[in-house]
């Protein structure tokens, strides 16, 4: 039997990769990446310089980049490599929009540790249907 071959992924083509993961544009058809003139060589520098940053450490770079992903998506808000460079010193300090509950266009809060009350017209009535037709927004 022949030992198989594994290629070792080098920690910049994971980041990139991990990147592609986060953005929704991993294991695209090639006319994908050509007509979104996305091009893989493109993020290995900054992808790079991320690493640097966390001193070689892989798995901080994720952390830092994961956060700046859910921040930015939160907000609507598009986000690269880059990004993380940016917004570098407050990087501990972001947070993702929290989605807020509500019924028919009516906000909801819970109370009491589990009964949802649901303000309608200045009232606050309690909420006797079902957690799925709870609206996150």
């Known amino acids: 039997m022949e030992k198989e071959k594994t290629k070792k992924i080098s ?3 994971e980041l990139v990769n991990y990147y592609f993961d986060i953005k929704g544009w991993a ?3 090639k006319s994908f990446y050509q007509e979104n003139k996305i091009v893989y060589g493109r993020s290995a520098k900054p992808a790079k310089q991320l690493l640097e940053m966390c001193d070689g450490n892989l ?7 994961k956060k700046v992903a859910e921040w930015a998506k939160s907000r609507n808000l598009d986000f690269s490599i880059e990004t993380v460079f940016k917004r570098w010193n407050e990087i501990d300090k972001l947070q993702p929009i ?8 009516c906000p909801m809060v819970k109370r009491f540790g589990r009964k ?19 609206e996150w927004r």
């Open 116 to 134: 949802w009350f649901v303000l309608e017209k200045g009232n606050w009535l309690e909420f006797a249907g079902l957690e799925s037709e709870i």
């Open 27 to 29: 294991n695209k058809n």
């Open 11 to 13: 920690p910049v083509h």
């Open 59 to 65: 798995e901080e770079a994720k952390l830092n980049l």
């Open 98 to 105: 929290e989605k807020k509950p509500y019924y028919r266009n």
